[in-house]
Each structure stands twice: as structure tokens, then as C-alpha cells.
């Protein structure tokens, strides 16, 4: 009797990534879609700005699936594409000279006309406030220093562990855990006098960042 | 001035726990420190997930509502990656057409070379070398004059023997 072949979800990732480094279109699609959310938050953490991180996203797997014969099986394919989208999201960070002790102007006044639309519709209390606080969130990130900053993406993509992120930076876990401390340290002391705020939405929230359940096993 | 234990084994625990904040700046310091000089020790902590705690998560997934991409978004970005795919493979192809194409001319240039090389080693030994001697049987097949050149087809050694080609040029005295 003729088995079924495997579907492409069915396809563990190196193998995957091996007919993706040959050209095989469906597999490059199913690693696309495997891991453009984790790289779109990284993206969008560091650069904070919406196009310019779809724009990272969509450079990331071009300069992936063209070196993907460059890729070290030892690694995960995850790690090794986070690391080229955190380095193209930092090349628009400095390509846009930005000096990133100062909020960006354009995004901010976006995202208070948002806020300001959603104070117009009728919502709980406590949906503006988190809102609130995640305009100002967004503001204290764009102040971290790029080092702290990219560390601080890729931590609050909440599935990612030291070594993973010491894997993707190049740098050792002693240095990822210190830039991650100061990191921290500065979001709270940037968000220090909504502390009662983030309290309260403390109550409601739920109990992880981004999950991409998608995933498949080497 | 070497840490106190006590204090980096605190540091340690607040680590390994992903309670980064409960840790102070000095001890940061010099449990950063003795990580990066400790392959063992850090490659111990590797497996470590730092803690998003859940307000922070909720304060991010509010932040990312707005911006978080539709169907049609990504299938935009996809239809560029491919694109560039598909044009990545017809330059790499135009590429190689290049390089053959800007080749051709040494390639036949080479190809001559190697006639001519091959021509010179596989032609008999100067006729210097040659052993003189009389033939047994000579008969002229043929003799051409042109323009004062004279050119026979002689046949030498009978049946068994071979024909050669001479040409005596304008003026010669044989």
C-alpha cells in the first residue's frame, strides 16, 4: 500500500531549512511563516516603527534564504534569522540617525491620535489606561541605548533564553543578563510614576507575550 | 577585589529564577564578570528563560495591537521574498551566461593553442634526423609548375612504400 507523503508542516525544520537552501519555494514559504512573527516583534521592537519593521522582516529572509548555505546546522534556523533581522532592524536605526534618547516625533504623534480615537469610543477605564502606558512603554524603549535596546527585544519576545540571545548577538550570557538588568532598570525608572497603573493592568493581564504555537521539532 | 560568595551566590539565585530586578548593580557587575570567565558556569545559566513578567507582557501585547500585521501584509512581504528569489535566480543565470560569454574568445584562443602544441609534439622528427638513403623504386605520380614552382607526387618503395610531397620553388637550381 502506498504511504501518504508527509505534509510540508510535518517536515522537521533542518530539513526544511536543506530544501529551502535548494530552492524549494514551499519550503521557504513554511519557514516564513514559521518564524515571521517572532522576527516581526524583534523588528518592530527595535526600530519601533510598524513599516520599517515589515520591511526588516521581508530583508531578513531574503539575506536568509540567499546565505542559507552559510547556515550552521548546530545552530536553530530561529536564532541565526533573529540575528540577521536584529542586525538589519539596528542598519535602519542608524541609517535614520536618530538619536534615540529622543522619542520619534512622527510615531509618537501617531500613536497619541490613536489613543486619543480610542478616549473618543466608549472603553473600560482600564483599556485606556493600559493604553496609556503602552504609548509611554513604547517611548522609554526608543530611549534605551541600541545594545540594551536589541537585547531588550529580543528578551520580550518571551520564548528565547540567555544563550539564545547571547547566540543571536554574538556576546557573551554574562553581557546579555547586564544589558538586560539596565534595560529594565530604565523602563522603570522612565515608567516609575505609573507604577500604580501598570499595577492595575497587572490584574488583568495575561500570562505571556507572543506565542507561536506553529512550530516544528528538528 | 575578589566578591563576597554570599552576594554572588544571591546574584546567581536571582538569575537562575529570572528575577533580574532583585538583583543590585554591583552584583549584576560581578556576576557578569565571573560569567564570561566561567564557559561552565554561563554554559549552566544557558538554558535559563529571563522572566517577562505578566504585566509587562500584557503592557507589550497592548503596545503591538495596532501594528500587528494582517494576512494581506504578510502576503505582500512574502510576494517580495519570492520575487527577489526569482530574480536572484535568473541573474545568477544571466550571471554564468556572462562569464561563458566573456570567456569565448580565450576559450577559442586556448583551443588553438592546444592544436598547435599538439600538432608540434605529435609531428615526425626534424627530416635532419632522418636517415639518408636511396629509394628502391621512385616514381613521380605527379609534377605541377606554377609560377615557377614545381611541385611533384612521388611514390617511393612500391607497394609497400609511401608517397611524398616536394616542392621546389621558383629558381631553384635542382
Known sequence: MNKAAPSIADIPELRLVDQAAGGDRDAQRRLFELHRDAAFHVALRITGRREDALDVVQDGFIRAFERLGEFQRGSSFKTWLLRIISNRALDILRARKVRLAIPLDGDDHEARVQLEDRRGEVAPAADLERAELAVRLRQAIESLPADQRTVFALYATGDLTYGQIAEVLGIPIGTVMSRLYHARRRLHEQLSDLAPLAADVNSSAPSAVHHNDDTVKD | ?174
Not at chain 2, 538569575?15 to 548593580?25: K, N, R, V
Not at chain 2, 522572566?51 to 494576512?71: F, M, S
Not at chain 2, 550571471?95 to 605529435?122: D, E, F, K, Q, S
Open chain 2, 1 to 174: 577585589m575578589t566578591p563576597a560568595p554570599h552576594n554572588l551566590a544571591n546574584a546567581f539565585k536571582a538569575l537562575a529564577a529570572g528575577e533580574l530586578d532583585a538583583m543590585t548593580s554591583e552584583q549584576v557587575r560581578q556576576a557578569e564578570a565571573v560569567l564570561n570567565r566561567d564557559e561552565r558556569l554561563a554554559a549552566a545559566f544557558a538554558g535559563e528563560r529571563p522572566r517577562v513578567e505578566p504585566h509587562l507582557a500584557a503592557t507589550l501585547n497592548e503596545l503591538d495591537r495596532g501594528a500587528q500585521p494582517t494576512p494581506a501584509d504578510w502576503e505582500r512581504v512574502w510576494i517580495s521574498i519570492d520575487a527577489a528569489a526569482t530574480r536572484r535566480g535568473r541573474t545568477d543565470a544571466g550571471v554564468a551566461g556572462r562569464i561563458l560569454r566573456a570567456w569565448r574568445p580565450l576559450m577559442a584562443a586556448a583551443a588553438c593553442l592546444l592544436l598547435v602544441l599538439g600538432w608540434r609534439v605529435t609531428q615526425p622528427a626534424a627530416v635532419d634526423s632522418w636517415p639518408l638513403q636511396l629509394a628502391a623504386e621512385v616514381e613521380i605520380d605527379n609534377l605541377e609548375v606554377f609560377q615557377g614552382a614545381t611541385s611533384f607526387v612521388v611514390a617511393v618503395g612500391g607497394d609497400n612504400g609511401g608517397e611524398i610531397i616536394w616542392v621546389l620553388p621558383a629558381g631553384s637550381n635542382l
